[in-house]
């Protein structure tokens, strides 16, 4: 009996968020002759309805791969002389900003190196007059880009 029991409760918790997610989209869809509904929340809302892309950092830690957007200080050519100044790069911003995180990587043809997982535009542009005013980066530019949110 508790076995039955269980089981329709999970059932009724995952039909409950396929149906609070499809409100939302139904929501923010365009028709044409109406208004436009644009929702704005904190992805980790999201996450709680089960939508975006959760994988396991690193550390093993889970994470929500949404859209966002990141700081890109670093943008070299396909050479080893560019990966080491990506590298390095990331290693100054380490030094004035601890608390971000530094993501290097390899994107044929070249290699980049970006900071932050920022949830809106604004937060990466506050971020970013405070790299600009270190006098350090001259290369700073906001992208957007899938991001990792914390579980």
């Known amino acids: 009996m508790k076995k039955i029991t269980l089981s329709i409760t999970l059932l009724f918790c995952a039909v ?26 904190d992805a980790r809302i999201a996450a709680l309805i089960g939508s975006g892309n959760l994988v396991a950092n690193s550390d093993g830690k889970p994470m929500l791969k949404v859209a966002g957007y990141r700081i890109q200080l670093y943008a070299g050519n396909n050479t080893g002389r560019a990966k080491t100044e ?32 920022f949830s809106s535009i604004e937060e990466a542009d506050a971020m970013m007059r405070r790299l600009r005013a270190t006098g350090v980066f001259k290369e700073v ?3 957007k880009e899938q991001i990792n949110i914390p579980l």
């Open 141 to 143: 530019s906001i992208v």
């Open 16 to 41: 409950g968020m396929t149906a609070q997610n499809n409100i939302i989209q139904s929501l923010e869809r365009n028709v044409p002759g109406q208004g436009k509904v644009t929702i704005h929340q």
């Open 86 to 117: 990506a590298h390095e790069v990331g290693t100054r911003i380490k030094e004035y900003f601890p608390e971000l995180p530094v993501y290097t990587s390899f994107n044929s043809p070249r290699w980049l190196c970006r900071v932050g997982d």
